[in-house]
C-alpha cells in the first residue's frame, strides 16, 4: 500500500511493503531528495529528515507510521 500527500513545498510517498516501509521526498522542483527504507529509527533520524525537508513532512510521516502498526 502506498499513501502519497504534498506537505508544503514537498511531494511525500510512504510505501508499505511487508515490515520495512520506504519513504521518498521530492522537491518542488521534482528532485527526489529522500529514498529511505525505515526500519529502527533514532530522534537522530527524524532531525536529519526534518532538516532536508519540514517538520511538517515529519509530523505526518510518523503519524502515519502510528496508524498503520
Same mark, same amino acid.
Given at each position: ?6 506537505s $508544503?513545498?514537498?511531494? %511525500?510517498?510512504?510505501r ?7 519513504? +521518498? %521526498?521530492?522537491n518542488?522542483? $521534482? ?9 529502527? +529509527?533514532?530522534?537522530?533520524?527524524? %532531525?536529519?529528515? $526534518? ?5 511538517d %513532512?515529519?509530523?505526518q510521516?510518523q503519524?502515519l ?5
Amino acid at each position: 500500500m502506498s499513501t502519497m500527500f504534498k506537505s $508544503g513545498d514537498f511531494f %511525500v510517498r510512504l510505501r508499505f511493503q511487508g515490515e520495512r516501509p520506504k519513504l +521518498t %521526498v521530492w522537491n518542488q522542483n $521534482g528532485t527526489k531528495i529522500i529514498s529511505e527504507f525505515i526500519s529502527s +529509527t533514532t530522534p537522530n533520524f527524524w %532531525v536529519q529528515i $526534518g532538516k532536508l525537508t519540514s517538520q511538517d %513532512v515529519v509530523d505526518q510521516v510518523q503519524s502515519l507510521l502510528q496508524n498503520e502498526k
